[in-house]
């Protein structure tokens, strides 16, 4: 990620991960951080997360803050999934709908205030390599469109009014395929990180690949495979995305 942050820096390669050698353990160190933090997430979990209309709304709003963060009200719907939930943090305001999928695994997942994250949504940390600087953390009052999936690996900035059409995909990690006498799965991954700063819309079905910065104001088309960064008020589009139309100057003409 080219752009300067607040966040830790990004090493650019990771081995494989070590992974427990029992499958139960295995399983578990993929839900939560312990064992105890397991059974506490998935009791409170399965006992609300299926409550439908607004009595599970407020239910899910007042005991679900056992589990995770909440900083004032935040809307829940039923059937939200939750993994390492201890990592999440919902700000005044948001809204997780229905078949929303967190797995917020260290550096977590944090959502600011009046954002929505529509339905069948995945935000997907899955830092299970120690990468210091994993995490996804969405500013205020964004949109993150239905089936959106944000990979979080590299880390995932994203701005204050930002929107992302369905299918979107902002994906902060890429596997080593250098070596041809090794399996892919056994080189490691790049993870550098995404930024998109504010007021930028995403296109449905629009691929954002690891290492890019979206500039302010920015549009990317339906259908774009972003591989460059991109300046800020600026149109653009195709495989690999180019840019189309400066959009300050297309206003001030």
């Known amino acids: ?30 839900q939560a951080d312990n064992l105890w933090r ?16 607004l009595l599970g709304i407020a239910l899910r709003g007042l ?7 909440m900083h004032g009200w935040a809307a829940i719907e039923s059937g939200v999934r ?23 695994t260290p550096g977590g ?7 929505i994250v529509m339905h069948g949504a995945v935000l997907h940390v899955y830092n299970f390599r120690e990468i210091p600087s994993s995490g996804i953390w969405i500013g205020n009052n964004s949109l993150i469109g239905e089936y959106t999936v944000i990979r979080g690996q590299g880390g995932v900035v994203i701005g204050d009014r ?8 902002i994906l902060a990690v890429n596997h080593v395929f250098e070596d041809p006498a090794q399996p892919f799965v056994d080189q490691g991954i790049t993870a550098e990180g995404i930024r998109i700063d504010d007021d930028v819309w995403i296109g449905a079905g629009a691929i954002i ?30 495989v ?8 300050k100057r297309h206003q001030a003409s």
């Open 109 to 115: 997942i944090s959502i600011g205030s009046g954002t």
């Open 38 to 53: 397991y059974i506490w997430e998935q009791a409170v979990i399965n006992l609300l997360g299926w409550v439908p209309t």
């Open 1 to 30: 990620m080219k752009s300067s942050q607040s966040h830790p820096e990004i090493p650019v390669y990771f081995s494989k991960a070590i992974r427990p050698r029992s499958t139960v353990l295995l399983y578990i160190y993929r």
């Open 209 to 238: 690949t690891d290492g890019i910065h979206v500039g302010q104001g920015a549009v990317i088309a339906a259908g774009a495979v972003v591989t460059e960064d991109v300046p800020a008020h600026t149109l653009v589009g195709g």
């Open 162 to 169: 930002v929107y992302t059409s369905p299918f979107t995909q």
């Open 240 to 247: 690999p995305a180019k840019v189309l139309r400066n959009l």
């Open 82 to 104: 939750l993994r390492f939930a201890k990592h999440i943090t919902l700000e005044h305001s948001s809204y997780l709908d229905q078949g929303v999928y967190l797995h917020a």
């Open 63 to 69: 005991f679900y803050r056992l589990i995770l963060t």
